[in-house]
């Protein structure tokens, strides 16, 4: 049916607003699906009734998985893991990135600096010599083996880098005249100013740190000491091969639902701060990267 | 003399950083050695024995290590390529949405999957793609069988590829909206005036304002061919699709942490550094003699 000019225009953008409305549904799906997974009864997820709906509503799997205390262990690991983690990338990001952000002329040693940072972000020793130097420090079941090598995350030091140098160096001139030293400069001037920009960069070593499973994986090896991500992914993805080959095994039907509760709870700190990450995230990434 | 003093500031703000930096980023380069020695951990790299380039020899003749290379950079490749065409196309889609509210609900939740981790996703995916999962329901329904997603080597690199574009598509998608945004609306008034139509326009407006975007994404790119993904493929692999979906990360962690061969491990694991530095540095280059492109 040959359509008119107007017209015409409407219904196609009513099938591309269709069209990415599925798009969206589909980054959701699998959200949904296991958020219904943890409320729904055992049966109906053994029968796979479930979708997008829980069925036979229930809480039952949550209220065992509260009484796990390995569960709240590991819980507790992380959660210091993101304070203490966070707070020491907070601070080193900073303290980085500002003497980074002057001019050659101002702090001449800055490109030394600048070439050794970039060349250790390019070329790593790989796996086992870290793994060895972490070993051989003493550090493998202490909360410092998940927060001391992740101490530095270059990237956001880059980033909040770049964020410094675009901010009018007037203010430091002015600053100075004033009479305040770097420190603070630094502080009362440099940090408030740069605020947006440290608020990315904090938000993106929260969430490295509370997603972060592997260093647990193989730096802890007493149970208690294992942070959630690791406790879910030797539960959860590890056993669960085996549970794809034995459909018929009735323990693991009871598992399923136990296992979206698990799911559900270590991605909520994610989805709880996502409102606040998303209002800073876009501004970071195209902040500190692409300059004509 | 007030500037001398700053400095010494700006190098104490530096000190601490510069020293974990040194602990875990450059002395562990000096244990690179250990890709030269037969490493006995009891004795340390100073009483172990030097082999010379034997654990590098003993690497080629594996059949393991050919195909850990070739799934390395086809699963790689594979991403990138997927990872380019999906997010352009959801940009321009997106780009064309009138509705502008709805059009930044879509995009605020097109990105979330990129900030879940791994172990979450392969713990999802586990349970959609089992015998009796969400997945093969619908195949049960349509083909008769279930399919064996995650224990086929026909179909575990798909199930790879595919469920990275899932999680960072939306991730991705926000650089190529950025620089549709950048481009001059009186070009589109231009090419109306000419009588070009919404296919025409994004044909001869659109995709031309975006190509430097999308050169300077895959030549970034090629720094990372040799990561595959390692908490991706860690997190849904299992022995039956090694010859598909084992990858260099995953083979160095398991010979060198599971199965204490420490030189070999090491030996692959220097391999790939420094190939994967040449190829970085490369792509930098490229990237900043073709795009002006700097990260400092």
Not at chain 1, 217 to 236: A, F, G, R, S
Request: proline share 5%.
């Amino acid at each position: 049916m040959p359509l008119t000019g107007k017209r015409g225009i409407r219904t196609t953008d009513i099938i591309l607003t269709l069209i990415m409305l599925l798009v969206t549904l589909l980054c959701l799906l699998p959200l949904i699906y296991v958020i219904s997974l943890s409320f729904s009864g055992k049966s109906a997820a053994a029968s796979g009734a479930v979708t997008l709906f829980p069925v036979d509503f229930t809480f039952y799997s949550y209220e065992y998985m509260f009484k796990d205390s390995r569960f709240f262990d590991a819980f507790g690991v992380s959660v210091k893991r993101v304070l203490l983690g966070g707070a020491i990338n907070f601070v080193l990001t900073i303290l980085m990135a500002y003497p980074l952000a002057k001019e050659r002329l101002e702090f001449r040693s800055r490109d030394i600096y600048m070439w050794v940072i970039v060349f250790t972000m390019m070329f790593t020793g790989g796996l086992i010599p870290w793994y060895m130097v972490v070993k051989s420090l003493h550090l493998t079941d202490t909360i410092w083996a998940l927060v001391l090598p992740t101490a530095v995350p270059i990237f956001n030091v880059i980033l909040l880098m770049n964020f410094f140098r675009g901010l009018p160096k007037e203010i430091n001139e002015s600053a100075k005249m004033d009479g305040a030293g770097p420190w603070r400069t630094l502080i009362t001037i440099a940090v408030p100013l740069a605020m947006p920009a440290i608020a990315t960069v904090t938000l993106f070593s929260i969430v490295s740190h509370w997603n972060a499973f592997f260093d647990g994986l193989i730096l802890m090896n007493k149970q208690h000491n294992i942070p959630l991500q690791t406790y879910i992914q030797q539960l959860v993805v590890a056993p669960s091969i085996s549970s794809s080959t034995r459909p018929e095994d009735l323990i693991n039907f009871s598992q399923r639902t136990f296992n979206a509760a698990k799911i559900v709870v270590t991605m909520l700190p994610i989805l709880i701060i996502y409102p606040f990450l998303q209002r800073y995230f876009v501004h970071g990434i195209t902040l500190g990267s692409v300059k004509e | 003399m007030r500037d001398s003093k700053n400095t010494f500031h700006y190098h104490l703000m530096l000190a601490p950083g510069m020293i974990l930096l040194i602990i875990f980023g450059i002395v562990p380069l000096f244990g690179m050695a250990i890709a030269f020695q037969d490493y006995i951990p009891v004795k340390g790299i100073f009483g172990s024995k030097w082999v010379g380039l034997e654990n590098f020899k003993y690497m080629f003749e594996l059949d393991d290590s050919k195909i850990i290379f070739f799934n390395t950079i086809f699963i790689s490749l594979m991403k990138m390529l997927m990872n380019v065409l999906i997010p352009v196309t959801t940009a321009l889609l997106l780009h064309e949405i009138i509705f502008s509210r709805l059009k930044k609900w879509m995009q605020t939740i097109i990105y979330l999957p990129h900030f879940l981790s791994w172990v979450i996703l392969a713990g999802i995916l586990n349970d959609m793609l089992s015998q009796n999962g969400i997945v093969n329901q619908v195949v049960t329904a349509i083909t008769g069988e279930p399919i064996f997603f995650l224990g086929s080597n026909n179909w575990f690199p798909a199930v790879v590829i595919l469920s990275d574009v899932w999680k960072e598509f939306g991730f991705n998608t926000i650089i190529f909206l950025a620089a549709l945004t950048a481009i001059n609306p009186s070009l589109y008034e231009a090419a109306s005036i000419d009588g070009a139509g919404r296919i025409r326009k994004i044909w001869s407006v659109t995709l031309p304002g975006i190509l430097p975007t999308i050169i300077l994404v895959s030549t970034l790119n090629i720094g990372n061919i040799l990561n595959a993904g390692f908490d991706q493929i860690y997190n849904l692999y299992n022995p039956l699709v090694y010859e598909s979906g084992d990858i260099i990360d995953t083979y160095v962690y398991r010979i060198g942490l599971v199965q204490y061969q420490y030189g070999l491990a090491t030996a692959v694991g220097a391999l790939k550094s420094v190939v994967g530095f040449i190829l970085i540095f490369l792509s930098y280059r490229l990237a900043a003699k073709f795009a002006g492109y700097r990260i400092f």
